[in-house]
Nanobody, 122 residues
Framework: EVQLVESGGGLVQAGGSLRLSCAASGFTFDDYAIGWFRQAPGKEREGVSCISSSDGSAYYADSVKGRFTISSDNAKNTVTLQMNSLKPEDTAVYYC???????????????WGQGTQVTVSS
C-alpha cells in the first residue's frame, strides 16, 4: 500500500522558515518523483516543487524559486521541502504526492498524502 505522510507544517510569521517532510512507503522510491502541491482556500491546487528520486533533478514554481529548496534522502525514503522567507501568500495546505516523473498537473499524480497546514502571518 502506497503511503505518503507529511509533517512539519505550522504557524510562522512572515520572513520565517518551516521545513516540511514527506515519508514515503509502499513503492520503489528511487523509481519515482516526489512533488509538493499546495491549495489555499478558494483556489486551485498548484505545484510548488518536485524532485526526481532517480537523478535528483529539482523543479520549482516561479513563486517559490530562491526561497524553497527540495531534497531527497533515498536511504530514508523521505523528501524535505525547506521553506525560507515565507510570505502570507504561501499560506495553504501542502500536499506530498508521487508520480513516475515530475509534472505541473495534479491529475498526473496518483497518490497523495493527507496534507499539512502552513500558515504565514503578516
Amino acid at each position: 500500500e502506497v503511503q505518503l505522510v507529511e509533517s512539519g507544517g505550522g504557524l510562522v510569521q512572515a520572513g520565517g522558515s518551516l521545513r516540511l517532510s514527506c515519508a514515503a512507503s509502499g513503492f520503489t522510491f528511487d523509481d519515482y518523483a516526489i512533488g509538493w502541491f499546495r491549495q489555499a482556500p478558494g483556489k486551485e491546487r498548484e505545484g510548488v516543487s518536485c524532485i526526481s528520486s532517480s537523478d535528483g533533478s529539482a523543479y520549482y514554481a516561479d513563486s517559490v524559486k530562491g526561497r524553497f529548496t527540495i531534497s531527497s534522502d533515498n536511504a530514508k525514503n523521505t523528501v524535505t521541502l525547506q521553506m525560507n522567507s515565507l510570505k502570507p501568500e504561501d499560506t495553504a495546505v501542502y500536499y506530498c504526492t508521487t508520480a513516475p516523473s515530475c509534472s505541473d498537473f495534479p491529475h498526473e499524480y496518483a497518490y497523495w498524502g493527507q496534507g499539512t497546514q502552513v500558515t504565514v502571518s503578516s
